[in-house]
């Protein structure tokens, strides 16, 4: 059974220009909410995805924005990148809307570095 | 949702006892507590969760109190391979993804 993985795990991009990142989710799920985790701080949620709609977003600029495939799996753009953006990004996946806290399930993240 | 403090860091040393705390004083009725793990550069994975008194599991125990203030994890005979940053976070069992708080955690430090 295939936990959550994301692509690529490691990038490098420069000020101004647009980074996709991607996640499929363990199998069974059907949502993943992607977070940002700066160095040394706890991961801070950026937006939900369910049904191929954003369901929930956190207090994040329009440059971020997302989608959700069909089958589950999930993307996320940044667009305009800033140095500030440099961080691991980490999608998470669950059933339904709503959960039980310990019910997120962690991909091992994609590292950004913004040059 | 409930804030939670924990402290910024700890140190132990292999084979010891480690107790991290969490304080959540304004935790609701419905909440349950539960710790995540985290090790470098990969996601937080469950460890434990709880409502009162105590749990136990394979990796770790769970100390409750009658107030449900606060909690304590403790991990037993901890190993370097423990060293990893814990986070504890308060909520329901439906909580909203935008509500769910990772904070910064604890950063445990395990010495040989």
């Known amino acids: 059974d295939a936990g959550v993985t994301q692509s690529p795990t490691h990038l490098i991009k420069t000020r101004g220009q647009q980074v996709t990142l991607r996640c499929s989710p363990k199998?069974?799920?059907?949502?993943v909410s992607w977070y940002q985790q700066a160095l040394g701080q706890g991961p801070q949620f950026i937006f939900q995805y369910y049904e191929e709609e954003e369901r929930q977003r956190g207090n994040f600029p329009d440059r971020f924005s997302g989608h959700q495939y069909p089958n589950y799996s999930s993307e996320l753009n940044v667009n305009a990148l800033l140095l500030g953006d440099s961080a691991l990004y980490l999608c998470?996946?669950?059933?339904?809307?709503?959960?039980?806290?310990?019910?997120?399930?962690f991909g091992e993240g994609s590292r950004l570095t913004v040059l | 949702l409930a804030k939670t403090t924990q402290p910024i860091s700890m140190d132990s040393y292999e084979g010891q006892e480690v107790n991290i705390t969490c304080s959540h004083n304004n935790i609701a009725t419905n909440d349950y507590i539960t710790w995540y793990q985290q090790f470098p550069s990969q996601g937080p994975r469950f460890i434990i969760q709880g409502y009162k008194t105590k749990v136990t599991n394979e990796v770790a125990s769970l100390f409750i109190p009658a107030d449900r203030k606060s909690s304590t994890l403790s991990l037993p005979r901890v190993s370097l391979s423990d060293t990893a940053v814990y986070y504890c976070?308060?909520?329901?069992?439906?909580?909203?993804?935008?509500?769910?708080?990772f904070g910064s955690g604890t950063r445990l430090s395990i010495r040989p």
């Open positions: 199998s069974g799920h059907d949502t």
């Open positions: 998470a996946s669950s059933w339904g809307v709503t959960m039980n806290t310990g019910e997120l399930f």
């Open positions: 976070l308060v909520g329901d069992m439906n909580s909203s993804a935008s509500k769910i708080i």
